[in-house]
């Protein structure tokens, strides 16, 4: 049986998958621009999976394997890139879900996303969210983000990752990256030293509880550029999320905090590109205007979805314009497009017009 780094690196040099899944039962599972398919193998068992990636793991983390039931990891392949690894237990056997991480960084154009978000990557303080379910291109965008960075300016880059995902070579900039669990021992304990490094820009790979939410808001006041991702849907949803997370007698201060931190909300889906075969991103924009940090203020922001439909001339764009350009550009179906719409009847309105 080979190594699980050689098959994985053989079925992304031949199929170009994005994701495989390695499950007892049935073939491994590939996705290749969105869509997936079985590879023709025979089924995969616990033991195939067991001798393919048991081996590529340290002693400590198969500890912690057989202690917790999951564990993520990050593994590269010379001339290939990097794989993100969740090797995980199901029915009593190994699984293993893999995200490949192509060396070279894509460009901004590349990507295809909207010019506001490469005006996020030129600021010099605050706090710039890039949010949307899993495998929605967020750590790709942020990558492109620190790697526009890393050439254009003379800063002091620090990431916080788990597991750390593209790797940056230093530019004109030093990029320092921080592996959760092996650099440190949380987001938040890293974040609450990383004030003491000096960093202009700090990148943290997910916020997930209180504790790195309110630090990461504290080095934004602090004058650095923080960047991080939230798994939300929209741009609303993800100032509720923050707001949300704090007990009610902190969330007035909360608002004030984030009134006046937050700099930009990029919310993200992925959809399979008909023109290109690839994948396109559909993007919804947020800029914070004085009357949507009012509106975080106050408590008002049920208002706020409202003003980034009128808010073209700052360069925001809502989620369901995102998708509608979309179809227009014969990218996505319209089906897709109200399949995955917050408001399926503005979508209609906006394609009729």
């Not at 195939?48 to 564990?71: C, V, Y």
């Not at 003379?154 to 990431?159: E, K, L, V």
């Not at 509720?240 to 700099?263: E, G, K, M, N, T």
Request: negative net charge.
């Amino acid at each position: 049986m080979p190594s699980g780094l050689d098959f994985m690196s053989e079925i992304v040099e031949r199929t170009g998958a994005s994701d495989i899944i390695f499950a007892p039962g049935a073939p491994a599972a590939i996705w290749v621009a969105g869509r997936m398919r079985f590879l023709e193998t025979e089924p995969l068992t616990p033991e195939s999976i067991a001798e393919m990636f048991i081996p590529l793991l340290t002693a400590e983390q198969a500890g912690r394997l057989k202690e917790m039931g999951d564990l993520d990891v990050s593994i590269g392949r010379a001339g290939v890139g990097r794989f993100r690894l969740n090797v995980h237990r199901q029915r009593g056997s190994l699984s293993v879900a893999t995200r490949f991480i192509p060396h070279e960084i894509p460009a901004f154009d590349q990507l295809r996303l909207p010019a506001r978000v490469l005006d996020f990557a030129r600021l010099p303080r605050g706090m710039v969210l890039v949010t949307g379910g899993a495998a929605t291109g967020k750590s790709t965008t942020l990558a492109a983000m620190i790697n526009h960075m890393n050439h254009t300016y003379a800063y002091h880059i620090i990431t916080l990752e788990d597991p750390i995902e593209y790797t940056f070579r230093h530019a004109k900039s030093v990029v320092e990256q921080r592996e959760i669990g092996v650099d440190s021992p949380s987001f938040a304990s890293a974040l609450r030293h990383v004030v003491r490094q000096r960093p202009d820009v700090v990148l943290i790979g997910e916020m997930r509880d209180l504790e790195t939410i309110a630090t990461a808001l504290t080095a934004a006041e602090a004058g650095h550029l923080v960047l991080a991702t939230l798994h939300t849907n929209s741009a609303v949803q993800t100032i509720d999320r923050i707001i949300d997370v704090f007990p009610a007698a902190q969330q007035s201060q909360v608002r004030i905090q984030l009134s006046a931190a937050l700099q930009g909300v990029c919310c993200q889906m992925l959809f399979h590109d008909a023109l290109t075969d690839g994948q396109v991103a559909a993007v919804e924009v947020l800029v914070p205007t004085q009357p949507i940090r009012r509106a975080i203020r106050d408590s008002d922001t049920h208002l706020i979805q409202g003003m980034v439909e009128m808010g073209l001339r700052d360069g925001m764009q809502t989620m369901d314009k995102a998708v509608a350009d979309l179809v227009r550009e014969g990218r996505i179906t319209a089906d897709e497009a109200l399949a995955s719409a917050q408001d399926p009847e503005k979508v209609r309105k906006i394609l009729a017009a």
